[in-house]
């Protein structure tokens, strides 16, 4: 009790004083690494002109790949060992149907433009495709993650950091299952690791023979509220899904999603020789979302310790589209528990809190732990850590809130004190 007496102190004084300040709050790292890796705060100042990319920096590419041509489009040119962001749209969009809202986002772009960012469209789907020969056999959702080394080889990429939503979450995942060594990271939007059943394969079909395929891609993105609602945004894109994507090739395209595997994963422990994601994942859902259970479900069979669960309130289907603000706060938190800030952050005093906070121990070393996080979101609490966060409060404003603790130091008081203290955060721009 001493121990936690101490922490409420240090977390109130660091509430009063740090709740009212605009922007990411991060209060602790283990690490510290440049958003570009191999540089420091001067040489920053001189990079390359690819960092303030505009929209015309963008070229696209058709690659080569085993299984077919891959439609690309990138901004910036690949040095050293950075990573790119590389991206895969939901099934009944594109990239652009996709990601636009999200990446132009002013706050995105200011972290985007310190990676190489690949936005990678699905066999057919890109605006202006060609329609597919008849017979044409579109790639299995195996063979879709299995043409991704083609697209790292091609623009030379040491590795990448995934962003994902539904079908291209799944194939962003198997990807990382397959290739590893090629995934530092994964956000994973509306991921459902299941296959189909019988019954989900019936109900499929009949939809299809009583809707139109727009409308029937429409209940894969959209809630049930949403629909019902008809709101503005879900007109947009029944149009938009029915006039820019081609209508066969995304037949083709929905068709081999509705037909794929049990992504088999499970939690380590749970089973002997348990396969699961080896790199630090966040999992997003909106609150009320089709794919919300698909993602709990997903939740439960990752390393907890490598595993971020974020639901998001407010957000319906497509988060990266109606809460691209909450979005990018999560995201940059994502890459700040990987050891990546900015270098404006290091210049206000990243070097102080090198020096305040000593580094995390290698894994396997003496007092190594990995942590345990209690995590609350918009008033949610759950109990999946950011990847190699250490045991401090962090604050990120507008309703998303984290708390860490060791699991060595994790008590039963703390754990009931973490949750009132998220409740009471989660209530603070109320109260102020």
Not at 25 to 39: C, H
Not at 118 to 146: I, K, N, R, T, W
Request: hydrophobic residues 40%; proline residues 7%.
């Amino acid at each position: 009790m001493k121990v936690l007496g101490h922490r409420i102190e240090l977390l109130t004084g660091l509430l009063l004083h740090d709740v009212t300040m605009a922007g990411l709050q991060e209060l602790r790292f283990p690490e510290e690494k440049p958003l570009l890796r191999g540089q420091d705060a001067a040489e920053l100042e001189n990079s390359d002109t690819f960092l303030l990319a505009t929209d015309t920096d963008w070229k696209e590419h058709d690659i080569e790949t085993p299984y077919g041509l891959l439609h690309v489009v990138i901004r910036g040119s690949p040095k050293g060992n950075r990573p790119a962001i590389l991206t895969y749209h939901d099934v009944g969009l594109n990239h652009k149907l996709c990601f636009n809202t999200f990446f132009n986002f002013e706050d995105m772009q200011e972290i985007t433009k310190h990676f190489v960012v690949c936005h990678v469209d699905a066999p057919g789907q890109q605006v202006g495709a060609s329609q597919f020969p008849q017979g044409y056999q579109f790639p299995s959702m195996e063979q879709l993650a299995a043409m991704l080394p083609s697209v790292v080889q091609h623009f030379g990429f040491k590795y990448v950091i995934g962003i994902g939503v539904g079908a291209g979450a799944y194939v962003l995942a198997k990807f990382a299952l397959i290739f590893p060594d090629l995934v530092e990271g994964l956000v994973l939007m509306n991921i459902d690791p299941n296959g189909k059943g019988w019954i989900d394969w019936a109900a499929t079909k009949l939809s299809g023979l009583t809707s139109t395929l727009p409308d029937t891609v429409l209940t894969h993105l959209f809630s049930q509220e949403e629909l019902v609602s008809n709101t503005e945004l879900v007109q947009s894109y029944r149009q938009q899904i029915g006039n820019v994507v081609n209508q066969a090739n995304l037949q083709l395209f929905w068709n081999m999603y509705n037909s794929r595997r049990d992504l088999d994963i499970n939690r380590p422990g749970t089973v002997p020789n348990a396969k699961t994601l080896r790199c630090p994942v966040m999992l997003v859902v909106g609150d009320n979302a089709p794919a919300e259970d698909g993602v709990v479900e997903c939740n439960s069979k990752l390393d907890p310790t490598t595993t971020t669960f974020l639901k998001m309130a407010d957000s319906g289907g497509l988060p990266q589209v109606t809460q691209p603000g909450k979005l990018t706060e999560a995201f940059k938190y994502f890459l700040q528990g990987m050891g990546y800030t900015s270098e404006e952050e290091q210049r206000r005093g990243g070097s102080k809190r090198r020096n305040r906070f000593p580094a995390k121990p290698q894994s396997g070393a003496a007092g190594s732990q990995d942590p345990k996080i209690m995590t609350t979101v918009e008033g949610r609490c759950f109990t999946e850590p950011p990847p190699r966060c250490p045991p401090i409060l962090t604050l990120i404003p507008h309703g998303i809130y984290y708390l860490s603790f060791t699991a060595e130091e994790t008590e039963p008081q703390d754990k009931e004190f973490a949750i009132l203290l998220g409740f009471l955060l989660s209530q603070a721009g109320s109260w102020l």
